[in-house]
């Protein structure tokens, strides 16, 4: 497979766009972190669970937020390249625009997603198999279609089964500045560079850090990502779409968000690691720094026991409650027992303590 990496088994589209460092996954060409690992059971677990805190179906918010994240994403990958950008976009070259996107979607572990027609700015139809989630899956597919003809979307979905078949037809004029949507655009976020971040060991042919290789298997033709221990399926989920979730979730429950969401989080992690054969695994200092910068989710700085309290500083977070709830999550699963914690978080700085809930 000339797609993937020799070596390690990386798709290389990632290992050319996106470097791992100061504990996040960073686009190359824009400086924006851009992605952490992450478990489909988390998020679609998240999901169901917030879904039946607001008593409303989230696909609505994810759908909105996906389809900023996805048409971003792609006109990051092509606005560094104008002539590249120019000659793809136009007739009759966009297509293989579009293959390079579908192989994106299939590179972050998205599923199958093939566009069989495109009209610009008039219909499209796609072909959609293993979707990780179909509702994420349709949005970044609208996404992309916006970013290639600048034209909004809507789907009528025409055959549901293994393989989905999905309509994309245009938003009226009337909707195309509806509030939802432009409340959702993507506000980026540039990692700080920490000196004292150690680096990973790079696979010597693609750059990737070797761990990722290690940790992870590309069936690249499918578009499916999954742990080689355990065998859970994961995406490279793109950190501002959660975040943009994160800020539409808050105007519905305030401030309780970041508690609920930590609490499911923490939940899902530990069933994970019972699942994985880790139940009562501790951690030291390195070994949580290296997991955490792995995912792209932040850069532990510091990591303290006093008395039966543990305190951590993690630098560059951008969506604070999954990772506080990930933290809560491995530590109830390293004492096996129930937790206490607090967390806040000021200029991406995560401050967390934790300690057996009494
Ligand atoms: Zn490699």
Partial sequence: MGAQCGQCGVPKMIGKTHVWRDGCIVDNASGLANFCIYEVFNHNTFVEEMGKHIGFTLD???????????????RNMLEPHPVLARLALSAPFYRLAERQIC?????????SIELCEHSKCAHARARIADPFNLTQCLAITAGALQAIDGTRYSYEMVKEGDRAEVDFVPLPAETAREETYERLGITGFTPQRLP?????????????????????????????????????????????SFNAMFRELEK??????????????KESTR???????????????????DHLALYGTGMLQAMEQDGDELS????????????????????????????????SL??????????PKT
Avoid at 216 to 236: A, C, M, Q
Avoid at 346 to 355: C, F, K, R, W
Wanted: charged share 20%.
């Fill in 252 to 265: 519905e429950l305030g401030d309780s968000v970041d508690h609920i969401s930590s609490e499911i989080e």
């Fill in 196 to 240: 004292a971040a150690a680096p990973f060991n790079s696979c010597p042919k693609c750059g990737v850090p070797k761990v990722v290789g290690e940790l992870l298997s590309f069936d690249l033709p499918h578009g499916v990502i999954t742990k080689r221990d355990g065998g859970g399926r994961v995406i490279l989920g793109g950190v501002a």
């Fill in 346 to 355: 000021e200029n991406n700085a995560l401050s967390m303590t934790i300690h």
């Fill in 103 to 111: 192989g994106i979607f299939k590179a972050i572990g998205a599923g």
């Fill in 60 to 74: 609505p918010i994810i759908y909105n937020a996906t389809v900023h994240a996805s048409y971003n994403v792609i």
């Fill in 312 to 343: 951590l500083e993690v630098a560059n977070v951008y969506v604070p409650s999954l990772v506080a709830g990930r933290l809560a999550g491995i530590w109830e699963n390293w004492h096996q027992e129930e937790s206490a914690y607090d967390f």
């Fill in 271 to 289: 069933r994970n690691l019972a699942d994985a054969g880790l139940a009562g695994k501790a951690w030291d200092e390195a070994e949580l720094r």
